[in-house]
């Protein structure tokens, strides 16, 4: 990879985000990295002592602190040649039992948090015609998975976001790229009481993810199994997608739950 490529990524303090942020660090590429955890986003800085890591501690849900951070980095290496909006966070939830703060912040940072992402490197990608957007959604998007109505949601609606972005910037020479991953091993997955078929490591979905988006492809669901999933989920006949879902396990309720994680991802 050439080392002069230009990624910035949010959620990068852990799970995928921190994966990815390896991965191209490995490849040499210049990072800007966005984090509610500065901590976390030092400690992985001094891993890469010979790489250039600009870090900017913020919330996605704070669009004025994106902004700011994409100016940072755009005044100190230009344009990034790949955004990619990563950062998220899953909560069990049921509707009627009073979650609606959970839904909301699922929302937030799922869905608008990507477009708060992309907002200030759009434009100029446009103008310049070239430059990648990457999100991140998830399989969990192609159906409504009981329990976690919240994230299914929300990643359903980053999903649409991201066809839509997608056609609009053709046009403009402006690749977008959407990433649905399966069961990942990251720190989001792990107290999940349920089995997670074709469950894959952080660091080799990471290194998949970047040769896709370095292909520029436009749709890809990793690992592969999840693909022939997704598929069949997609054209499951609801009567029978109902009787097979409504007894399957389920993410416990954020607000009973104990030692349930919501770190981005």
């Not at 991965?23 to 990072?31: D, S, T």
């Not at 001094?46 to 996605?60: E, G, L, M, N, W």
């Not at 310049?128 to 991140?136: D, E, I, M, S």
């Not at 990433?179 to 009481?193: K, L």
């Amino acid at each position: 990879m050439n080392s002069s490529l230009k990624v910035f990524i949010t959620g990068a303090s852990s799970g995928i985000g921190l994966a990815l942020a390896g991965e191209y660090a490995r490849r040499g590429a210049i990072l800007g990295l966005v984090a509610r955890r500065g901590d976390k986003l030092a400690e992985f800085a001094q891993r890469f002592p010979k790489t250039s890591i600009s870090i900017y501690p913020a919330d996605v849900r704070d669009a004025d602190a994106l902004a700011d951070a994409a100016s940072q980095f755009i005044a100190q290496h230009g344009m990034p040649d790949v955004v990619i909006a990563n950062a998220g966070i899953s909560k069990g939830v049921i509707t009627g039992h009073g979650d609606l703060d959970a839904f909301r912040e699922v929302m937030e940072v799922n869905y608008f948090g990507m477009v708060a992402t992309f907002e200030p490197f759009a434009a100029q990608m446009r103008a310049a015609r070239r430059g990648t957007l990457v999100g991140v959604a998830s399989v969990a998007g192609v159906r409504g998975l009981p329990g976690s109505g919240a994230y299914s949601a929300s990643k359903a609606a980053a999903l649409k976001y991201l066809e839509s972005l997608r056609v609009e910037m053709r046009p403009h020479g402006v690749a977008v790229v959407t990433i649905a991953p399966g069961y990942i091993r990251t720190p989001m997955t792990e107290h999940n009481p349920y089995p997670m078929p074709f469950l894959m490591d952080a660091d080799r979905f990471a290194a998949k993810t970047a040769d896709a988006i370095a292909r520029k492809t436009r749709f890809a669901i990793f690992p592969w199994q999840m693909r022939i999933a997704a598929l069949l989920l997609h054209i499951l006949p609801r009567w029978i997608y109902d009787r097979t879902l409504e007894k399957a396990p389920r993410k416990p309720r954020a607000a009973d739950a104990k030692n349930v994680s919501d770190a981005p991802e």
